[in-house]
């Protein structure tokens, strides 16, 4: 008996559709959260984000919480004290969750983050706080 021919089964290569950026929203005037990431070691961390409340404040931000996450050393060791929690997040989950519900909470119109973020996170965080995730690095580079 014949058989059909078969469909050539090798991956169809589709062209990435190109994904533009949103741009930075401008902070001033709107209430915000400040959010840090640390490590266990970073004694400082509160002088962190003070200043980072100075220059929000500076550019005409009002901030009305703050959320901090501190990674702990653990026996593996200082190799991984570098690296994100989640690449997706760079949080546990739980801050995460914390972090949205101060921002519902306080009605903020973006969440600043001490530390930079990648564009997927950025995507990312934006959906899971419900407003939008930024740098202090995007904010300060804007001018």
């Known amino acids: ?5 078969r469909r050539d089964r090798r991956p169809v290569h589709h062209a990435e559709p ?12 709107t209430d915000v959260v400040i959010v840090g990431c640390f490590s266990g070691r970073q004694k400082d961390f509160a002088a962190l984000m003070d200043a980072a409340a100075r220059e929000l404040d500076a550019r005409g931000a009002r901030v009305v919480g703050r959320i901090v996450q501190r990674r702990g050393v653990s026996a593996g060791g200082a190799r991984k004290m570098a690296l994100p929690f989640s690449a997706r997040t760079l949080l546990t989950y739980g801050k995460v969750r914390e972090a949205a519900l ?12 001490v530390t930079p973020l990648t564009p997927r996170q950025r995507r990312v965080l934006t959906g ?3 407003c939008p995730a930024i740098s202090l690095a995007e904010i300060t580079a804007v001018d």
């Open 102 to 113: 101060l921002c519902e909470k306080t009605a903020a119109g973006a969440a600043v983050f």
């Open 18 to 29: 190109a994904r533009h950026e949103a741009p930075v929203p401008a902070v001033a005037g």
């Open 128 to 130: 899971m706080l419900g």
């Open 1 to 5: 008996m014949h058989q059909g021919r």
